[in-house]
């Protein structure tokens, strides 16, 4: 009775209730496709269904919290994430003080305060198990419309006009997905955060009906990732699967300290003896044109090594950036600026440090990089100990979180810079409602 009490405590607010929270779920559906869907511009800016919801819905937000300050209840369990997340949004306004970057750190801190408002947003609308499934079901359907997008792409040679590759002619480029984003390595970066929600629904669903669909589109997103040639969402993936086998069959899984170490032990086993095969057998196999992709194939291996000492040179500028700004970073948006015309040893022009957790050190510094491991090891650590607790039949959703938990910690080493990408934030934004919804059912 306590729970439902508290269910219906949060769904009791403003008479507006119904349709916030629909035109918040819809804002959410257009942050999946981004820029790609409906753009349109005026003058120097690009307005797209996401960028024109989220202001109304963030003022909508504000407008209740004046009017019934009893809302902020729904953020209490979150207290210390919110006031992380204001922290990190005020120390990289303070940075400007000192980035180099000029207009550059402008655009960077913009996309921070979005993606944190959008992060906010989240548990705020949020807030029963019913609006939470209909949040799963809207991360199953992204899945399989962009994964149906990018299927489409290996299948015509034809893309987007947002992607990079569109209208290219070149063989190694025109049969890789890109789906609406930009480059592979970000759709592949979604495609790893989005596959926990099939693979949960593979392993809880109690309709026959859609074991078949979850094992398609499961078996779907691992073909994607592997076209991509993202060695990160492969890594990611395999760490996902290898963590739900954990969940579902050794009686350590039960336990929120035995889950963690069981996994580093699986992990680094898959990491080490399966994954390089996976690899090897992508590199040299193709899945559509074989004939012709072999060729290809041989060729991006040579490029993807080539790649990797480009990397691991970032890596070293990045730590050699940390300490030549005595740990504070460099400021919003000072990445390109550093690299570009501080960096000790050359990226052969590539200034972006293809690594979140490189970035996140190198641009808010070590302080920022310390309160964001803890917020990431706390939020990773209590969604396990909710899974631990949860009844039959609500186990999907917090495994399903959990797994993009551990699987953003890879996934995000893919991609040139997350923040702009936004699945990465809603990742976040899902995990602070399921900590919302379920702790207040469970009392804590």
Not at 54 to 73: D, G, N
Not at 252 to 277: M, Y
Not at 340 to 361: D, K, M
Not at 415 to 421: D, E, K, N
Request: aromatic letters at 10%.
């Amino acid at each position: 009775m306590a729970m439902i009490g508290h269910e219906r405590a949060l769904a009791t607010t403003p008479r507006e209730n119904r349709w916030a929270v629909g035109s918040f779920l819809a804002l959410v559906a257009a942050s999946f496709f981004g820029v790609a869907l409906l753009p349109f511009r005026v003058g120097s800016i690009t307005l797209f269904p996401f960028r024109i919801l989220l202001v109304p819905q963030a003022l909508l937000a504000c407008i209740t919290i004046a009017r019934y300050r009893v809302e902020l209840r729904v953020l209490k369990p979150l207290r210390w994430y919110v006031a992380f997340l204001a922290v990190w949004l005020v120390y990289a306004a303070l940075s400007l003080l000192w980035t180099p970057a000029g207009s550059a750190a402008l655009a960077d801190l913009g996309q921070l305060a979005v993606g944190v408002v959008f992060v906010l947003l989240v548990p705020f609308f949020v807030r029963t198990s019913r609006h939470l499934r209909w949040l799963a079901w809207l991360w199953l359907g992204a899945l399989v419309v962009l994964s149906g997008i990018g299927l489409c792409e290996n299948a015509l040679g034809a893309h987007l006009p947002v992607s990079g590759y569109y209208q290219t002619t070149r063989p190694l480029l025109i049969y890789r997905p890109t789906s609406v984003y930009r480059n592979p390595n970000d759709f592949a970066m979604f495609l790893a955060l989005g596959l926990p929600f099939a693979l949960a629904k593979l392993a809880f669903t109690r309709r026959r009906l859609l074991l078949v669909p979850s094992w398609v589109l499961v078996g779907l997103v691992f073909y994607l990732i592997i076209l991509t040639g993202s060695r990160a969402a492969l890594l990611a993936a395999v760490a996902e699967v290898a963590t739900l086998v954990l969940v579902l069959v050794l009686p350590a899984a039960r336990r929120a300290h035995g889950i963690f170490r069981v996994a580093a032990v699986v992990g680094a086993f898959l990491c080490a003896n399966i994954v390089p095969g996976l690899i090897d057998s992508a590199s040299t196999q193709g899945f559509t044109n074989s004939w012709h992709q072999m060729d290809v194939m041989a060729e991006q291996i040579e490029l993807e090594t080539e790649s990797i000492g480009v990397r691991w040179v970032l890596v070293l500028n990045g730590v050699q950036a940390v300490r030549g700004t005595q740990g504070l970073g460099t400021g919003v948006g000072g990445t390109d600026w550093w690299m570009e015309n501080r960096a000790a040893q050359s990226t052969q022009g590539i200034l972006s440090l293809h690594n979140w957790w490189l970035e996140l050190l190198v641009v808010y510094g070590v302080p920022i990089a310390l309160l964001f491991c803890l917020f990431y090891g706390s939020i990773l650590m209590r969604t396990a100990g909710l899974l631990r607790r949860a009844t039959v039949g609500e186990e999907a959703l917090p495994t399903a979180v959990l797994l993009s938990l551990v699987g953003l910690f890879l996934a995000v080493l893919g991609p040139s810079s997350v923040l702009a990408l936004k699945p990465f934030w809603l990742v976040w934004g899902t995990a602070l409602a399921v900590l919302s919804t379920r702790s207040g059912r469970s009392g804590g």
